[in-house]
């Protein structure tokens, strides 16, 4: 219990530095701190209340865990956790203290773009008929799957997701009835997209996405609110749109499995088991340091991420199946099972290099998150497009240095696709001479808050 008070500690030390933060980098260390929350303290305090006996088709309790005991083995697990989140919360209250100092930031200079919303329109259309052919096809990956059945669809589903936040951010029609329409179509769609790839990812998104329209608009009470009430409201209406798809004897036993549980709970154990941080700091404890990858490796395949597996000419290295099949695989029976897992920075390196690689990764993901925040204030419509899809992914919640890597290798496509297409959306525009303003953009908001303060009203 003591390595639990310490985690809360360090993630409410986050909390109380992101509110002297301005901009948007508030937005993501409040929503890191609420992610790990969900893994390293909720399902901690689950386990610890009820206690569940092991079974097949329930993530929740851990074996390994329960053989030790849960309270000395998720003391045991979360060791390595509290040293990295102590560090992350040191550099988030450095950062604090420095941007405090810092002129507030302008608004993003490609928002005044008049071609910015016709390209996020199209974009977003081609993303939906991606979307469309893969559920028609049947070949729609899955959260965990180690490949998906079709890449060209899948890479161009990533379109969808990316011009959907950048429409929720950017889309500022003069009109409140029609921005509100707007940010309530993308939100709709991606919980629906949610349910289908069975995915918490989209909807974190999508609301990530609504918390960076107000952080640079200026936030209001009624904006506080209900970004916080988009956030429950996709966390608890998970389990129910997970509901439409299963069959009656997939309910049945999942009614089962649940039942070991106190009925407050069960709402919320379908999002619950998808927040498994605190499986993968267990497997980093039994497997301990070393013996996995050598920095060199590291390395290489970090680089070797960020290009094409077309222009490699061979298969790139998936850090997720690695993880499952060689440090998982360490301590559970992997042997018939083929998946992709979240490893988490601080786990990663653990595995990696001991506390040091718990220090690396930790300085790696804020390094990552500041790149983010930047990128959204780029004049230059690819570096943008990168920073939405950062925000539309998990990278800086469950993502160590080789797992980000490989989402920065896909988004790096996406981002080059999306430029070519906003070259064609500007061609076209030109040559039918189409000069007036989208109606879903008006000039940009400029913030009117004193530097990190809150307008309430």
């Given at each position: 219990?003591?390595?639990?008070?310490?985690?809360?500690?360090?993630?409410?030390?986050?909390?109380?530095?992101?509110?002297?933060?301005?901009?948007?980098?508030?937005?993501?260390?409040?929503?890191?701190?609420?992610?790990?929350?969900?893994?390293?303290?909720?399902?901690?305090?689950?386990?610890?209340?009820?206690?569940?006996?092991?079974?097949?088709?329930?993530?929740?309790?851990?074996?390994?865990?329960?053989?030790?005991?849960?309270?000395?083995?998720?003391?045991?697990?979360?060791?390595?956790?509290?040293?990295?989140?102590?560090?992350?919360?040191?550099?988030?209250?450095?950062?604090?203290?420095?941007?405090?100092?810092?002129?507030?930031?302008?608004?993003?200079?490609?928002?005044?773009?008049?071609?910015?919303?016709?390209?996020?329109?199209?974009?977003?259309?081609?993303?939906?008929?991606?979307?469309?052919?893969?559920?028609?096809?049947?070949?729609?990956?899955?959260?965990?799957?180690?490949?998906?059945?079709?890449?060209?669809?899948?890479?161009?589903?990533?379109?969808?997701?990316?011009?959907?936040?950048?429409?929720?951010?950017?889309?500022?029609?003069?009109?409140?009835?029609?921005?509100?329409?707007?940010?309530?179509?993308?939100?709709?769609?991606?919980?629906?997209?949610?349910?289908?790839?069975?995915?918490?990812?989209?909807?974190?998104?999508?609301?990530?996405?609504?918390?960076?329209?107000?952080?640079?608009?200026?936030?209001?009470?009624?904006?506080?609110?209900?970004?916080?009430?988009?956030?429950?409201?996709?966390?608890?209406?998970?389990?129910?749109?997970?509901?439409?798809?299963?069959?009656?004897?997939?309910?049945?036993?999942?009614?089962?499995?649940?039942?070991?549980?106190?009925?407050?709970?069960?709402?919320?154990?379908?999002?619950?088991?998808?927040?498994?941080?605190?499986?993968?700091?267990?497997?980093?404890?039994?497997?301990?340091?070393?013996?996995?990858?050598?920095?060199?490796?590291?390395?290489?395949?970090?680089?070797?991420?960020?290009?094409?597996?077309?222009?490699?000419?061979?298969?790139?290295?998936?850090?997720?199946?690695?993880?499952?099949?060689?440090?998982?695989?360490?301590?559970?029976?992997?042997?018939?099972?083929?998946?992709?897992?979240?490893?988490?920075?601080?786990?990663?390196?653990?595995?990696?290099?001991?506390?040091?690689?718990?220090?690396?990764?930790?300085?790696?993901?804020?390094?990552?998150?500041?790149?983010?925040a930047r990128s959204l204030y780029s004049r230059m419509f690819?570096?943008?497009?990168?920073?939405?899809?950062?925000?539309?992914?998990?990278?800086?919640?469950?993502?160590?240095?080789?797992?980000?890597?490989?989402?920065?290798?896909?988004?790096?496509?996406?981002?080059?696709?999306?430029?070519?297409?906003?070259?064609?959306?500007?061609?076209?525009?030109?040559?039918?001479?189409?000069?007036?303003?989208?109606?879903?953009?008006?000039?940009?908001?400029?913030?009117?808050?004193?530097?990190?303060?809150?307008?309430?009203?």
């Open positions: 219990m003591s390595e639990l008070a310490a985690v809360a500690g360090a993630l409410l030390t986050l909390v109380v530095a992101a509110a002297w933060i301005p901009g948007v980098v508030r937005v993501f260390v409040i929503a890191q701190a609420a992610f790990w929350s969900l893994s390293y303290i909720a399902r901690p305090l689950v386990l610890l209340a009820v206690r569940p006996e092991p079974h097949y088709g329930d993530n929740v309790p851990d074996p390994r865990l329960a053989e030790l005991g849960y309270d000395r083995g998720i003391d045991l697990a979360l060791d390595h956790v509290v040293f990295g989140l102590w560090v992350y919360a040191a550099l988030v209250a450095a950062y604090a203290v420095w941007a405090r100092r810092r002129p507030p930031a302008a608004a993003p200079e490609l928002a005044a773009d008049p071609d910015l919303i016709p390209t996020l329109v199209t974009m977003y259309a081609l993303g939906l008929l991606g979307r469309a052919a893969s559920v028609a096809t049947g070949s729609v990956g899955s959260a965990g799957d180690v490949t998906s059945a079709n890449p060209i669809l899948s890479f161009v589903s990533i379109l969808a997701t990316v011009a959907a936040l950048g429409l929720i951010v950017f889309a500022r029609p003069a009109r409140r009835e029609i921005a509100a329409l707007v940010v309530g179509a993308m939100l709709a769609g991606e919980l629906l997209w949610t349910a289908v790839v069975e995915s918490k990812t989209p909807i974190m998104g999508a609301a990530m996405a609504v918390a960076i329209r107000f952080a640079i608009g200026g936030w209001t009470r009624a904006k506080a609110f209900g970004v916080a009430g988009i956030g429950v409201l996709g966390i608890g209406g998970f389990g129910w749109l997970q509901s439409f798809k299963t069959t009656d004897l997939a309910k049945a036993e999942a009614a089962l499995i649940d039942s070991d549980y106190p009925p407050a709970m069960r709402p919320f154990l379908s999002i619950l088991r998808r927040f498994d941080l605190l499986e993968a700091a267990t497997d980093a404890y039994f497997h301990g340091p070393g013996h996995w990858l050598t920095p060199g490796e590291v390395l290489h395949n970090a680089a070797f991420s960020l290009v094409p597996a077309q222009l490699l000419g061979t298969e790139k290295f998936q850090s997720g199946t690695a993880w499952a099949q060689d440090v998982r695989g360490a301590s559970v029976d992997m042997s018939t099972v083929s998946v992709s897992l979240a490893e988490g920075n601080l786990n990663e390196g653990y595995v990696l290099g001991g506390q040091t690689g718990v220090l690396i990764g930790a300085l790696f993901t804020f390094a990552l998150l500041l790149a983010w690819p570096v943008v497009v990168l920073g939405l899809a950062v925000t539309g992914s998990s990278v800086l919640f469950e993502r160590g240095i080789l797992g980000s890597m490989e989402n920065l290798g896909k988004f790096l496509q996406a981002a080059v696709l999306a430029w070519l297409i906003h070259a064609a959306v500007v061609e076209v525009r030109r040559r039918f001479q189409v000069g007036a303003a989208s109606p879903l953009s008006v000039p940009p908001v400029v913030p009117v808050a004193k530097r990190g303060s809150w307008q309430w009203g």
